[in-house]
């Protein structure tokens, strides 16, 4: 079965697009100008990256997602850099989510929102969603990847198919139906829209070249359609020349640097007491040693500053950004490991009860296997969450030109390291760390570690 288009605008996820004739004609009939590409829109229309269910050769069409693999997300932040010359006006599409983060990605470094039109969305594989290719095939004694047999052709609106999927004629009606929405929401403008979708803009590219065999198209490739006068007419097709200079692009950036910094002596540390989240004051040392940091930091040009929200984390903030331009962000995540009962427990008392978890939480290689014995957070749990948000930190952050200051504490940084880089050891201090990473393509390693004494 068809879809059927509303015809209101919209960006939730229920939105669909038809454009009447006369809406198509007034358009047309407005482009007046000598010049010649005064209306004229360009769509790229880019498949989403790499998924798991690309790779399982799955049947997942418009009624499922799947998540990106990390090469589907490498490889559409490498389109984006490709597409570096390309200014868009105006970027959509459709409400599944490998599309939509396919977009974002795309736009990372071009602060665009991309607004989400149901009607993009890709065809339907009816009854089989879910399923795989070498089912069908046997099922049928049709290849899978056989798609007239399956879902017809473009000009075939009579067709019906043998698991019940969405026709290419409905489909292709649909698709068309949102692009001539989303022309005429641009009306008057002239330049290049972005539109991330699905394979099966293939089966609608088609129309335009009847006189070749149906091809598919690969993950992040770009294919473009012209509109004008009212009238489509296709560029460009399965383009992947984008994405290889992206590559190379890419591969010329110097990674993004992160200056972890490790807060130094607190009053309770001195005692020899396990903060945790229980929370202290510095001692004269510890107030000295941020004075240090902040003299030995000073020139960084730091574009973003985040830390803990313990107080030892986000007064050694301020202390060490003193006179920085740079706004200050607070997250959870990047508190202390919380000990539970061990919260403000004499360590000396924690280490002499010689248990696999105190070996685990003063160890350099196994904090990350640390579990709380009696309501604590387990270091794979803190490692998770303070990994969530570094990688977030970076992902943001990787296309800009400077560094990023993070403000955090040793357990959790420990437990972090070992499940990030195993084979890194940061060995053991009271002092304020300083710790240098280099974050690029969602990979961190240490570049130095200093000591403030």
Known sequence: MGFRIPSRLTRVATAAFMVSAASVSAFAAEQTSTDPDAGVLRFYLVRHGQTLSNIKEMTIGGGGNAQLTHKGRYDASSLGLGLGNVQFIAAYSSTLGRAYETANAILRSRPMPVTQIDALKDISWGEVEGGRIDDLTRRFGHSGNDFPFYFGTFDDPNFTSPVKAENMFDFSRRFEGALKEIAHQQQGKSGNILVTAHSSMAFYLQKYRADKPLAGLSNTSVSVLEFKNGQFSLRDFNNTQYLKDGYVTEQQRAPLEITLVINPMTVLQKAGVMEGTTDSDFTADGAAANQKLHKELENKAFIAAYSSELGRGYKSAEAVLAGHNVTLTKDKDLNEIFLGQWEAENVDTIKAGNT??????????????????????????????????????????????????????????????????????????????????????????????????
């Open 356 to 453: 696999q978890a105190a070996r685990d939480l003063f160890s350099d290689d196994r904090v990350n296997r640390f579990q709380s014995a009696d309501g604590g957070e387990d270091g794979d749990i803190a490692a998770w969450r303070f990994d969530r948000l570094l990688s977030n930190i970076g992902w943001q952050h990787e296309f800009s030109t400077g560094e990023v200051a993070v403000f955090t504490h040793p357990l959790v940084v420990k437990a972090f390291l070992n499940r990030r880089i195993p084979d890194f050891k940061l060995p053991l201090s009271r002092k304020a760390q300083v710790i240098r990473l280099q974050y690029k393509n969602e990979t961190f390693s240490v570049k130095e570690v200093k000591t403030v004494e």
